[in-house]
């Protein structure tokens, strides 16, 4: 099993920027790709970016394309979303998510994800 908790979530400005952390803690996620993912009220949850296991491949959302960055440190067994110039468009609950097993590429998809975390909330101000 795997255990995710994200933080870093706050209020901020439009413009602003911040730094999400996703700690996993279980079973290792070093060799497991991990996403971000994001739902904002009334709507469905949606991709935000993925990393693969050595954080060489990375991919995002065309809405969050130029400004944010997913990195990871796998030896504090975390996962990071930096965002910048931030909208309010971006106003939504995030999750970091991961797959039950290595080998399933970069997939998109919150489907093919089965350990999620409980979300941390970032809500930016116009």
């Known amino acids: 099993q795997v255990q995710l908790v994200e933080s870093g979530g706050g209020l901020v400005q439009a413009g602003g920027s911040l730094r999400l952390s996703c700690v996993a803690s279980?079973?290792?996620?070093?060799?497991?790709?991990v996403g971000w993912f994001r739902q904002a009220p009334g709507k469905e949850r949606e991709f935000v970016a993925i990393?693969?296991?050595?954080?060489?491949?990375?991919s995002y959302a065309n809405s969050v394309k130029g400004r944010f960055a997913i990195s990871r440190d796998n030896a504090k067994s975390t996962v990071y979303l930096q965002m910048n110039i931030l909208k309010p468009e971006d106003t939504a609950i995030y999750f970091c998510?991961?797959?039950?097993?290595?080998?399933?590429?970069?997939?998109?998809?919150?489907?093919?994800?089965?350990?999620w975390g409980r979300g941390t909330q970032v809500t930016v101000s116009s």
């Open positions: 998510a991961t797959t039950s097993g290595p080998g399933v590429g970069l997939p998109t998809s919150a489907t093919s994800y089965y350990y």
């Open positions: 279980g079973r290792t996620i070093s060799t497991y790709p």
């Open positions: 990393i693969n296991s050595n954080g060489v491949l990375k």
